[in-house]
């Protein structure tokens, strides 16, 4: 029994220790309907995979706006960091006769000494925006602070101000301290908030067509946003602009002009989603662009908000023809997957996308959780009434938004959402992992190094989807693991032809299971004993 499993691993823990947990590892069918605990504080001491709320700001949400130079108000490490981390791919462009310029390859940063934490560091901050515009004359400047910035107090903000009247250049603040918030999905919030009051609705270049649309929440890993852009204008619809992979603020500043938002990762980008619905009326509808049959869906689903009989016409054609280009290999692959197990664990939205990709190729998901989902992303947006802010939430901005006066509209009333809804199109929301998952499967909130180990070990998936933290830990248990943050630099991953790329790159690492012949050397004779959960 699924709960037995659970209960095996969790029993090592201390009382204490198993009690929190218990509430963040459940077994889909135990509960009626299941519930889960998440977006609270990780246990001090366990060994957590969560990032702090300057990653989530800086690293995932502004870090992929090319033409943006993004300063790191901080300590050099955090620059670093996220720098080289997350795979950024865009290249300098032009648009209808307006340039976008990529910053991507470089890190621009205050490297705060200890002086400046002494005596202040607003003084190195505006010399920093003073040499970045000197030398690249950016569209736009965002400031990012990391810890110590919030503990002495500078004025960031002032200084965008300040920056904006001197220099002339636009530019904005975020107090994304790392220490806000429970992990980087408090910077991906806050990140929304300045995205809505400062960059959307900054310019006022109206679409082309009358099939116009934003890309949230899709940030071009592997070239993944490239693919599903590729895959909208063959059917014609018009991509006004990508949050945030590849986007730039030149593209971001019109996007209250489009008809609708496609949400693909909902974790980060819901509140812009939200927010842009109440001020400018705009709908968003919940894609998903991983996996073949889900691929179709989000265009049918499209087709049917626009309701146009050209279009969708259009779109069926569109699909028939990728999947007729992918039918043989995806039959070969297939054959070669059929009936393995795959867990999954990444941050708070692919490991329920990639449940559908596998499902094309007759994988099964035995073990699925998230870092630092809410509870919304496990069990559907219907739950949001009931999830009881504490503390660490209240600390993060929540912000009301009116109607614009001058941009406010409405496309569809809602006897036609209703409509739409018979049809199996549901507007503004999401429906959550636990919905589609098979009963008995482990769902782990928050998960750490010693539960990763140990489910792995009574699970026995045939492959575990991770990230580089965890990744080499499994294949040196003998177990086969594949990066889903970046792909292990392959991808893209995205739509029919991502989806034969990801099945070739899971054959391959299946088919060559070198690491299960690999014997660690304290797997023979052990190395170190000694006791769990800080108690005897
Ligand atoms: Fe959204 Fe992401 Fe994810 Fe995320 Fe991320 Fe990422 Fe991710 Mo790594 S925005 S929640 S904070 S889909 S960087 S592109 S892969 S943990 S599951």
Same mark, same amino acid.
């Given at each position: 029994? +699924?709960?037995?499993?659970?209960?095996?691993?969790?029993?090592?823990?201390?009382?204490?220790?198993?009690? %929190?947990? =218990?509430?963040?590892?459940?077994?889909?069918?135990?509960?009626?309907?299941? #519930?889960? #605990?998440?977006?609270?504080?990780?246990?001090?001491?366990?060994?957590?995979?969560?990032?702090?709320?300057? !990653?989530?700001?800086?690293?995932?949400? *502004?870090?992929?706006?090319?033409?943006?130079?993004?300063?790191?108000?901080?300590?050099?490490?955090? +620059?670093?960091?996220?720098?080289?981390?997350?795979?950024? =791919?865009?290249?300098?462009?032009?648009?209808?006769?307006?340039?976008?310029?990529?910053?991507?390859?470089?890190?621009?940063? #205050?490297?705060?000494?200890?002086?400046?934490?002494?005596?202040?560091?607003?003084?190195?901050?505006?010399?920093?925006?003073?040499?970045?515009?000197?030398?690249?004359?950016? $569209?736009?400047?965002?400031?990012?602070? #990391?810890?110590?910035?919030?503990?002495?107090?500078?004025?960031?903000?002032?200084?965008?101000?300040?920056?904006?009247?001197?220099?002339?250049?636009? !530019?904005?603040?975020?107090?994304?301290?790392?220490?806000?918030?429970?992990?980087?999905?408090?910077?991906?919030?806050?990140? %929304?908030?300045?995205?809505?009051?400062?960059?959307?609705?900054?310019?006022?270049?109206?679409?082309?067509?009358?099939?116009?649309? %934003? &890309?949230?929440?899709?940030?071009?890993?592997?070239?993944?946003?490239?693919?599903?852009?590729?895959?909208?204008?063959?059917?014609?619809?018009?991509?006004?602009?990508?949050?945030?992979?590849?986007?730039?603020?030149?593209?971001?500043?019109?996007?209250?002009? $489009?008809?609708?938002?496609?949400?693909?990762?909902?974790?980060?980008? %819901?509140?812009?989603?939200?927010?842009?619905?109440?001020?400018?009326?705009?709908?968003?509808?919940?894609?998903?662009?991983?996996?073949?049959?889900?691929?179709?869906?989000?265009?049918?689903?499209?087709?049917?908000?626009?309701?146009?009989?050209?279009?969708? +016409?259009?779109?069926?054609?569109?699909?028939?023809?990728?999947?007729?280009?992918?039918?043989?290999?995806?039959?070969?692959?297939?054959?070669? &997957?059929?009936?393995?197990?795959?867990?999954?664990?990444?941050?708070?939205?692919?490991?329920?996308?990639?449940?559908? &990709?596998?499902?094309?190729?007759?994988?099964?998901?035995?073990?699925?959780?998230?870092?630092?989902?809410?509870?919304?992303?496990?069990?559907?947006?219907?739950?949001?009434?009931?999830?009881?802010?504490?503390?660490?939430?209240?600390?993060?901005?929540?912000?009301?938004?009116?109607?614009?006066?001058?941009?406010?509209?409405? *496309?569809?009333?809602?006897?036609?959402?209703?409509?739409?809804?018979?049809?199996?199109?549901?507007?503004?929301?999401?429906?959550?992992?636990? =919905?589609?998952?098979?009963?008995?499967?482990?769902?782990?909130?928050?998960?750490?190094?010693?539960?990763?180990?140990?489910?792995?070990?009574? &699970?026995?998936?045939?492959?575990?989807?991770?990230?580089?933290?965890?990744?080499?830990?499994?294949?040196?248990?003998?177990?086969?693991?594949?990066?889903?943050?970046?792909?292990?630099?392959?991808?893209?991953?995205?739509?029919?032809?991502?989806?034969?790329?990801?099945?070739?790159?899971?054959?391959?690492?299946?088919?060559?299971? $070198?690491?299960?012949?690999?014997?660690?050397?304290?797997?023979?004779?052990?190395?170190?004993?000694?006791?769990?959960?800080?108690?005897?």
């Amino acid at each position: 029994m +699924a709960s037995d499993l659970r209960e095996k691993v969790l029993e090592k823990y201390s009382a204490r220790v198993y009690k %929190n947990r =218990k509430e963040h590892v459940i077994a889909i069918g135990e509960g009626n309907p299941d #519930t889960i #605990t998440a977006n609270t504080r990780a246990i001090p001491g366990i060994i957590t995979q969560r990032g702090c709320c300057y !990653a989530g700001c800086k690293g995932v949400v *502004l870090g992929p706006i090319k033409d943006a130079a993004i300063i790191v108000h901080g300590p050099i490490g955090c +620059a670093f960091y996220a720098w080289g981390t997350r795979r950024h =791919k865009a290249f300098a462009d032009e648009k209808d006769g307006e340039k976008a310029d990529c910053y991507l390859e470089y890190c621009f940063s #205050t490297d705060m000494q200890e002086p400046d934490i002494v005596f202040g560091g607003e003084k190195k901050l505006k010399q920093a925006i003073e040499e970045v515009v000197d030398i690249f004359h950016p $569209a736009i400047v965002l400031i990012c602070s #990391t810890c110590p910035v919030g503990l002495i107090g500078d004025d960031i903000h002032a200084v965008a101000k300040w920056t904006e009247i001197e220099l002339g250049t636009k !530019a904005i603040a975020f107090s994304c301290e790392g220490y806000k918030g429970v992990s980087q999905s408090a910077g991906h919030h806050i990140a %929304n908030n300045q995205l809505i009051r400062y960059i959307i609705g900054a310019g006022d270049k109206e679409p082309k067509t009358q099939y116009s649309v %934003n &890309l949230l929440g899709e940030y071009n890993i592997g070239g993944d946003g490239w693919e599903v852009e590729r895959l909208l204008k063959r059917c014609g619809i018009e991509v006004v602009s990508v949050f945030t992979g590849g986007g730039s603020y030149r593209d971001l500043k019109n996007s209250h002009l $489009a008809h609708l938002n496609l949400v693909q990762c909902h974790r980060s980008i %819901n509140y812009v989603a939200e927010m842009m619905q109440d001020k400018y009326g705009i709908d968003w509808l919940k894609v998903n662009f991983v996996g073949i049959e889900s691929s179709a869906k989000s265009l049918r689903d499209i087709g049917e908000y626009f309701g146009d009989e050209e279009l969708k +016409a259009r779109i069926e054609e569109v699909i028939a023809d990728e999947i007729a280009a992918i039918t043989d290999e995806l039959d070969y692959y297939k054959s070669k &997957l059929k009936g393995k197990s795959a867990a999954l664990y990444v941050g708070g939205s692919r490991s329920h996308h990639y449940q559908l &990709l596998l499902k094309d190729f007759g994988v099964r998901t035995v073990l699925a959780g998230y870092e630092f989902a809410h509870r919304d992303d496990y069990e559907g947006r219907e739950v949001i009434p009931d999830i009881k802010p504490d503390a660490d939430s209240k600390n993060i901005e929540s912000i009301e938004v009116e109607p614009d006066p001058k941009y406010y509209k409405v *496309l569809l009333t809602q006897e036609q959402k209703e409509k739409l809804l018979e049809k199996g199109v549901a507007l503004n929301y999401y429906e959550g992992m636990f =919905k589609g998952m098979e009963e008995g499967a482990i769902i782990t909130d928050d998960l750490n190094h010693f539960e990763t180990e140990e489910f792995l070990k009574v &699970l026995k998936p045939d492959v575990f989807f991770s990230g580089i933290k965890d990744k080499f830990v499994t294949q040196k248990n003998g177990m086969l693991s594949r990066q889903l943050h970046s792909y292990d630099y392959s991808g893209p991953y995205a739509g029919f032809r991502g989806a034969i790329t990801f099945g070739h790159d899971l054959v391959m690492g299946l088919y060559t299971p $070198a690491w299960s012949y690999i014997r660690a050397p304290w797997q023979k004779v052990p190395s170190i004993q000694g006791t769990l959960g800080g108690e005897a």
